[in-house]
């Protein structure tokens, strides 16, 4: 059964910082890798996927990586801001409808 | 703008009632899904619909039941057999059901059930 975690639960860093979230996950026959940010009391909204065949993918000040071989993947955020306080949420992809989710990482942004 | 509607937002039921949480999409989307989140646990499947007349259950469907009479709507009704219906609901809905496909999620129901 494919197990996906996030560590840490929750981080707080200094405005400007450049972080790394972390997910690692059990079984490594996934499609693709997701993601997601979600605000307090709000839906999920998609960041980022990176196909298995992907090494990584890049958007705005977001890389993620993603290597399969050893289950890990990493979401890096440069140039960290206040705006980017929320939950950040892992999620693979065995099957059309099969997302198996972390429990997420929430991060905390300090002026 | 496109999107995904929940409502309501809060909504607060005895036990022993049904309720039904509404979700509706103007995405022209073939596929909808609903997933629970519980404090300190990734989402969960219950349930998804590819097309209307058809649907699926997840991997935590007792208690649940859905109907996809319309393609933009997806109702959840959470029933008196669900043990711990207190949770968070969120729908979400892809073009198509296919791995490549990205969800986009509404903003959820937070249900108490008391």
């Known amino acids: 059964k494919q197990e996906v975690t996030q560590i840490p639960a929750a981080l707080s860093v200094p405005e400007g910082e450049n972080l790394v979230l972390n997910c690692s996950f059990t079984d490594s026959a996934i499609y693709n890798l997701q993601w997601f940010r979600q605000d307090p009391g709000k839906g999920l909204t998609s960041l980022l996927l990176?196909?298995?065949?992907?090494r990584e993918q890049t958007s705005g000040r977001l890389n993620a990586s993603l290597d399969k071989s050893s289950g890990r993947s990493t979401l890096y955020i440069a140039a960290s801001q206040p705006g980017d306080s929320a939950t950040y949420l892992c999620?693979?992809?065995?099957?059309?409808?099969?997302?198996?989710f972390g429990q997420g990482t929430r991060l905390t942004i300090n002026p | 703008d496109g999107g995904i509607t929940q409502s309501p937002k809060y909504l607060f039921r005895k036990e022993g009632q049904n309720v039904t949480l509404s979700c509706e999409q103007n995405l022209n989307h073939d596929a909808m899904y609903w997933y629970r989140q519980d404090p300190g646990q990734g989402l969960r499947l219950i349930y998804y619909s590819q097309i209307v007349n058809d649907f699926q259950k997840g991997d935590i469907a007792e208690g649940y039941s859905v109907s996809r009479e319309k393609k933009e709507s997806f109702p959840l009704t959470v029933t008196s057999a669900q043990k711990n219906p207190t949770a968070f609901y969120l729908c979400?809905?892809?073009?198509?059901?296919?791995?490549?496909?990205?969800?986009?999620f509404g903003n959820g129901t937070r249900l108490t059930v008391t």
């Open positions: 990176i196909q298995s065949s992907q």
């Open positions: 979400a809905s892809s073009i198509a059901i296919s791995y490549n496909s990205p969800l986009h």
């Open positions: 999620a693979v992809v065995q099957g059309a409808q099969k997302l198996v």
